[in-house]
């Protein structure tokens, strides 16, 4: 099946630094997607980007969507300490087979000791 | 607060036992699907229903089944449990059968730890 590679699988972070995390597929999706999971919480959507080559902004947040359809990424601008949690990528075909999204493993974002 | 509700938040139980999870979307979405959150496994598609029938299913194993029930809230029922169903177990919800948005939303997720 569909599978998407996510990368890194962690970073630490200090206050105020940028952070860039990708994903990658063997195959195309017509919508990317970027969520965030905070401890103990679910999955939130951050950012949907639906035409390759989109790249949109929500806040500090910049994802874009790859011209091949078959990569994203996401970068976090100035990082805070509450960015820390599980990023997800998910990619997304309108009547695909596997309730629709498949996401990455996740890259953890923590903070720096 | 996404809106969607699951019970329980913990459930510890042994090996060879059943469970039942349980989920309520938010108010108005039809579709409930079922994910499975493992250590270093991500989020696995489980199963999707759309206004009480089943509309796709991932790996979901023959010890697991799940229903939605007219009312819309959604039970998974998981059985002959084993050390690695540990899990946490998320439901989410969209308005539509097939989600032409990709936005989910999910609930806090019921966390499985078998004995």
């Known amino acids: 099946g569909q599978q998407l590679n996510q990368s890194p699988q962690s970073m630490f972070i200090q206050e105020g630094e940028d952070v860039s995390m990708n994903c990658t597929s063997s195959s195309i999706f017509n919508t990317w997607l970027w969520y965030k999971q905070d401890p103990g919480e679910g999955p939130v959507l951050l950012i949907a980007l639906y035409k390759a080559g989109e790249l949109t902004s929500n806040g500090r947040l910049t994802a874009q969507f790859g011209i091949t359809r078959k990569d994203s990424f996401l970068n976090i601008s100035a990082s805070i300490p509450s960015d820390v949690g599980i990023y997800f990528c998910?990619?997304?075909?309108?009547?695909?087979?596997?309730?629709?999204?498949?996401f990455g493993k996740g890259t953890k974002l923590s903070v720096k000791p | 607060d996404s809106g969607v509700t699951q019970t329980p938040k913990h459930l510890i139980t042994a090996t060879g036992q059943r469970v039942t999870l349980r989920c309520s979307p938010r108010s108005g979405d039809l579709s409930v699907y079922w994910y499975q959150q493992s250590l270093d496994q991500g989020l696995q598609f489980l199963i999707q229903?759309?206004?009480?029938?089943?509309?796709a299913k991932g790996n979901i194993l023959e010890r697991f089944s799940a229903q939605q029930f007219p009312d819309l809230h959604s039970e998974l029922n998981l059985s002959s449990l084993e050390l690695g169903d540990s899990a946490l177990y998320f439901c989410?919800?969209?308005?539509?059968?097939?989600?032409?948005?990709?936005?989910?939303?999910f609930g806090e997720g019921s966390r499985l730890t078998v004995l």
């Open positions: 989410a919800s969209s308005p539509r059968a097939l989600t032409n948005t990709g936005e989910l939303f």
């Open positions: 229903y759309y206004n009480g029938e089943e509309r």
């Open positions: 998910a990619g997304h075909n309108y009547g695909g087979s596997q309730g629709n999204l498949i």
